[in-house]
């Protein structure tokens, strides 16, 4: 199961273990329920939205920093609330956004189509057809408009790959 609204690092990316282990806490030896919206995936995880008993896993996640807004229309039953929510964990630089590197970039770049968008200088940004790129003036705008910032551009993360070698 994937959690509608969420983008959490995959196995072998920074983060991965923090978010792993703060969903485990939500809804390990938990009855869980599943809300589904407009649409649920064509892949083999269905999308859903998940309780924990009273607890609404795919907001705790993102109040507690352990994932980044994923806003993929037309799943967007609760678009506004999961941007509200990251954007005050980010705010006080709760989870993954304690690690965030503070320096702008003069924009940033995404690809219509896709709800991921990537620093200007990472080699995904260069690689997208020059007609299909979405830009940002900032981060916030990307972020506000429910984007997820590609994992491989994150700096931190070309660290680890580099420590990693």
């Known amino acids: 199961m ?15 273990e923090e978010s792993r ?11 869980i329920s599943i809300e589904y919206d407009v649409r649920k995936s064509s892949d083999k995880d269905l999308l859903g939205y998940v309780y924990a008993g009273d607890i609404f896993v795919n907001a705790q996640l993102l109040k507690n920093g352990f ?5 993929v229309p037309p799943n967007e039953k609760y678009r506004d609330l999961f941007i509200s929510l990251q954007k005050d964990a980010r705010k006080h630089r709760r989870g ?10 003069a924009y940033y ?15 995904f940004a260069r690689e997208l057809s020059f007609d299909k790129r979405v830009i940002f003036r900032t981060k916030d705008e990307a972020l506000g408009k429910g ?3 590609d994992w491989r551009c994150n700096p931190l993360f070309k660290r680890q790959e580099k420590e990693k070698k």
Request: with cysteine.
């Open 2 to 16: 994937r959690y509608i609204g969420v983008d959490a690092p995959d196995d072998g990316n920074i983060f991965f």
């Open 21 to 31: 282990q703060a969903n485990k806490k939500l809804v390990e030896q938990k009855k």
């Open 67 to 71: 994932g980044i807004a994923y806003i």
């Open 96 to 105: 993954i956004w304690a690690f965030e590197d503070p320096n702008d970039e």
């Open 109 to 123: 770049i995404a690809s219509k189509g896709s709800r991921k968008f990537h620093r200007p200088n990472c080699r």
């Open 147 to 149: 984007y997820s910032q």
